[in-house]
């Protein structure tokens, strides 16, 4: 008999078939592969506690290459600064990590959020051809709108 879980994850290949998204086909074989493989036990709980920060790390070491291998430099830097356009990507750079960190505190805090954020994040990710960065920056708009609404009860 098959258990809820692989069912679940084979609904979400189909999904991510359907849907034409790698992402979330390599994301679903990957764990099909760690459950079928007896890792499980061992893997899941580091996957979930790391595995946040370990694709933070990747993304932000692809968003570094063009300073590594040259393509930005300091001429560039300078030359943004003079564009409107690089002064709202700072600011949202900057709203961004503030909601992130929002975010980290309200999954620390009230964990069963988790469920609706990784369905919304699933569902953006097959039907819209989102980027699975959502739980967090989810997490953390959920936060800030949550002591918004606090603030005028």
Do not use: C, R
């Not at 980027?131 to 609404?149: E, T």
């Amino acid at each position: 008999m098959i258990s809820q879980p692989i069912l679940f994850l084979f609904i979400l290949l189909l999904i991510g078939i359907l849907a034409k998204n790698q992402s979330l086909m390599v994301a679903v074989l990957a764990l099909l592969a760690v459950k079928w493989s007896g890792l499980g036990g061992k893997l899941f709980p580091l996957l979930q506690q790391k595995g946040i920060n370990w694709g933070v790390t990747v993304i932000t070491i692809a968003l570094l290459v063009p300073i590594a291998s040259g393509e930005i430099g300091f001429k560039q830097l300078i030359g943004a600064t003079k564009s409107y356009y690089a002064w709202i990507a700072l600011a949202s750079g900057i709203a961004v990590a503030l909601l992130a960190k929002g975010g980290v505190q309200l999954l620390s805090q009230d964990p069963h959020i988790t469920t609706a954020l990784v369905l919304g994040t699933i569902l953006a990710v097959a039907l819209f051809n989102g980027v699975a960065v959502g739980p967090l920056i989810g997490a953390g708009i959920a936060y800030a709108i949550m002591h918004a609404i606090q603030l005028f009860k």
